[in-house]
């Protein structure tokens, strides 16, 4: 089971600027936006830098480098987006998964990450509020995911074998299975779909048994999409 990827969270009418943009366009963009931050492009589309909020009014706190300690703090026009830049940019692929773009974002103290193809060129960006709207996915939706993608489409099993109760993002599970390998089979996969917060399961089963063999391709094999 795959989680959902960046690719198919993120915005890819992407706001940015060159290394020559100057502070005040910059800014500009930033307010018009309504963003904290952009990714700084090279001639080929590579990100090479990411200037934010915080980048534009620490550097103008510090002056320009190089001016004297009696020397006046030059107006914002003065910078460029290279010199005010944080680099090297923190970047994530689209096809990493989201919840490896939350880690990287806790990590990296940052609310945005620009996505990049296999030669760094900008794709699209994905935000924390992206992010966090996986687990915001209505109960309703979680529930069907449950129902088809799990117990019909992965386990083969009838839609009315299994009751599917969510509240919250609690998956309660009620009802009669085979056997028992099947039961932990089915809390497993129920628990990776994004948006779950927890599994309680009440099924029960007669008998244990092995796991039939499109259950093993399911847990294990290299196909499975989510």
Known sequence: MKHIKVGDLMTDDVVSVVPLTSFKEVAKLLAQHDISGLPVLDDEDRVVGVV???DLLSRQAAGHPGAGATAAVPSGA???AAEIMSTPAVTVHAEESAPEAARLMTRSGV???PVVDDED???GIVTRRDLL????????EIRRRIIEDVLVSAMGIGSDAVTVHVVEGVVTLEGRLENRSQIAILAYLAEQLDGVVAVVSHV????DGPVPAPLQEVTHGPSAEW
Not at 133 to 140: G, I, N, Q, Y
Not at 204 to 207: F, Q, S, W, Y
Request: hydrophobic residues 40%; aromatic residues 8%; without cysteine.
């Open 133 to 140: 709207s996986l687990f915001l996915r209505p109960d309703s």
């Open 52 to 54: 934010s909020e915080s």
């Open 111 to 113: 609310e945005r990450l």
């Open 204 to 207: 029960t089963a007669p008998v």
């Open 121 to 123: 060129r900008l794709v």
């Open 78 to 80: 003065e910078f460029t």
